[in-house]
């Protein structure tokens, strides 16, 4: 049973396209984020939201946009892709406000050509 | 602006021995600090945290040591295994933040046989 499934696993496309990646949990969790790891592994939190509700928005171009259907799915949609996107995305799901570990997907490897 | 540093990059270390990853961070509001494991194309995967009141957790074989005044924690393996070869990720998060982790750049640790 996996936890925080995310797909696709690879994305290859280019430039200017539109893709979606998606992202469900099974672990009842009221929290949901988006993780960016880029070239240099640095991973950056992009967005979180709770009980549907947008609650954390870094400074993401708004060629981003989250969606959260319901409280176990946050799917992210990328408008006019850029090279600067290729990166793997981490979905990710946790209690707000509770000290606990947050628990990831497996990523998706965006690859914009 | 880089609020929690690794500042190994890699670390190589014998089966058998104690590794130990060090793990820096500047904002003194942090009050709960994680240690991630992440295999390549996996997800990181949650290993052991500690809260700001304490100064030491401890899990089998990883003990994460926290230095409120030094703004400075550790995490030891020991004996490491050839299993514990990959990428461990220090995160930190502060109450009020929505959970939200801040994220180290990472240290790959090779246990060698």
């Known amino acids: 049973d996996t936890a925080v499934s995310q797909t696709p696993k690879y994305l290859v496309t280019q430039m200017g396209n539109d893709k979606s990646i998606k992202c469900e949990q099974n672990l009842g969790h009221d929290t949901m984020y988006w993780y960016k790891q880029d070239s240099k592994k640095f991973l950056k939190i992009m967005f979180s939201?709770?009980?549907?509700?947008?609650?954390i928005n870094e400074t993401v171009p708004n060629r981003f946009s989250p969606k959260s259907p319901d409280k176990a799915h946050l799917n992210l949609h990328i408008n006019s892709l850029e090279l600067g996107d290729s990166a793997v995305y981490f979905c990710a799901s946790g209690r707000k406000g509770a000290k606990s570990p947050l628990h990831f997907g497996n990523g998706t490897r965006l690859t914009v050509t | 602006d880089q609020q929690v540093k690794q500042n190994s990059p890699s670390l190589s270390v014998q089966e058998g021995r104690i590794s130990i990853l060090n793990c820096d961070y500047t904002n003194s509001m942090f009050d709960y600090f994680l240690w991630y494991k992440k295999y390549p194309a996996e997800g990181p995967t949650f290993l052991i945290s500690?809260?700001?009141?304490?100064d030491k957790n401890e899990d089998g074989r990883f003990t994460v040591f926290l230095n409120k005044s030094a703004k400075h924690l550790s995490l030891h393996i020991v004996p490491s295994q050839p299993g514990d070869s990959a990428v461990y990720f220090c995160a930190a998060s502060l109450t009020g933040g929505g959970n939200k982790l801040t994220f180290g750049t990472g240290t790959q640790l090779k246990v060698e046989l």
């Open positions: 939201y709770n009980n549907k509700e947008l609650i």
């Open positions: 500690i809260s700001s009141i304490k």
